[in-house]
């Protein structure tokens, strides 16, 4: 298999063919595309961990998840320069907000500038430190349980399932967990001898996470070969 290679800069897929999936960013998404997004997308392509930014395709699923849900209250885990977190808080109203935690602000900055000349600064409230403990001083806080509408959850693999955990008690019912990177550029069927120690501790995170999370009966998934591979979780009880 032709598996991703994190280190090209061109936007992760796991299709074997980069041509199909430029295919797709080319008819179906860069045209499209907001102006703001592109903005980000351009702004990040020289840095070093470029590849990070979900791919163009996945923040065209997203903006379509929140508008299916007409979601207000979102939480983003994971935000790297921003090109997610832009792309929901297009899409969501002008008194909406989203809790976004990234324990590294340097590169938040990056994006910034061009969030706030999009006008959206005041719907993201960015904190600056790793993902659980935050999350577990909101659910100290009964009035948050089943108050967000949508949760993106794109950073530690190996978290994921204790993400998951939590953000499923935060989310509404009938509201949408998104993670991102579920098909790790396709590593998720190599045998484990084969995994790069780079990547080892999240293939192992995102193998655990994609076996517990078909067999959680509180969601109903769907598992979408967009980008690097997204499940989406909507969330039944
Ligand atoms: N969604 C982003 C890409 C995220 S890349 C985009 O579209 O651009 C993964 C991010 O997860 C990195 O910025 C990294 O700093 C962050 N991260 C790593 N460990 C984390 C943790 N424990 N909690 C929250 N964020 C974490
Ligand atoms: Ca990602």
């Given at each position: 298999?032709?598996s991703?290679?994190?280190?090209?800069k061109s936007?992760?897929?796991?299709?074997?063919?980069?041509e199909?999936?430029?295919?797709?960013?080319?008819?179906?998404?860069?045209?499209r595309?907001?102006?703001?997004?592109?903005?980000i997308?351009?702004a990040?392509?020289?840095?070093?961990?470029?590849?990070?930014?979900?791919?163009?395709?996945v923040?065209?699923?997203?903006a379509?998840m929140?508008?299916?849900?007409?979601?207000?209250?979102?939480i983003?885990?994971?935000v790297?320069?921003g090109?997610?977190l832009?792309?929901t808080?297009?899409?969501?109203?002008?008194?909406?907000?989203?809790?976004?935690?990234?324990?590294?602000r340097e590169?938040?900055?990056?994006g910034a500038p061009?969030?706030e000349k999009?006008?959206?600064?005041k719907?993201i409230k960015?904190i600056?430190s790793q993902a659980?403990?935050?999350?577990d001083k909101?659910?100290?806080?009964?009035?948050?349980?089943e108050?967000?509408?949508?949760?993106?959850?794109?950073?530690?693999?190996?978290?994921?399932?204790?993400y998951?955990q939590?953000?499923?008690k935060?989310?509404?019912?009938?509201?949408?967990?998104?993670?991102?990177?579920?098909l790790?550029?396709?590593?998720?069927?190599?045998?484990?001898?084969?995994?790069?120690?780079?990547?080892?501790?999240?293939w192992?995170?995102?193998?655990e996470?994609?076996?517990?999370?078909?067999?959680?009966?509180?969601v109903?998934?769907?598992?979408?070969?967009?980008?690097?591979?997204?499940?989406?979780?909507?969330?039944?009880?």
């Amino acid at each position: 298999m032709d598996s991703f290679d994190p280190r090209k800069k061109s936007p992760p897929t796991i299709l074997q063919s980069k041509e199909l999936h430029n295919y797709i960013l080319e008819t179906s998404v860069y045209p499209r595309e907001p102006a703001a997004l592109k903005e980000i997308r351009e702004a990040t392509a020289g840095h070093s961990h470029a590849f990070f930014s979900a791919a163009p395709d996945v923040g065209q699923l997203i903006a379509m998840m929140l508008k299916l849900v007409n979601a207000k209250k979102t939480i983003e885990i994971g935000v790297f320069t921003g090109y997610s977190l832009l792309a929901t808080a297009l899409n969501i109203p002008e008194d909406g907000e989203i809790i976004a935690i990234d324990p590294n602000r340097e590169n938040f900055e990056i994006g910034a500038p061009i969030m706030e000349k999009a006008g959206v600064m005041k719907k993201i409230k960015f904190i600056e430190s790793q993902a659980l403990p935050i999350l577990d001083k909101l659910l100290e806080d009964k009035s948050n349980e089943e108050s967000f509408d949508f949760v993106f959850v794109d950073a530690d693999k190996y978290n994921y399932y204790n993400y998951h955990q939590r953000v499923i008690k935060l989310v509404k019912v009938g509201g949408l967990l998104m993670y991102d990177n579920t098909l790790l550029g396709g590593a998720v069927v190599a045998p484990e001898a084969k995994v790069e120690d780079f990547r080892r501790l999240h293939w192992h995170g995102i193998i655990e996470f994609n076996k517990a999370v078909a067999t959680d009966d509180r969601v109903e998934l769907c598992h979408i070969p967009s980008g690097d591979g997204t499940i989406i979780c909507r969330r039944l009880r």
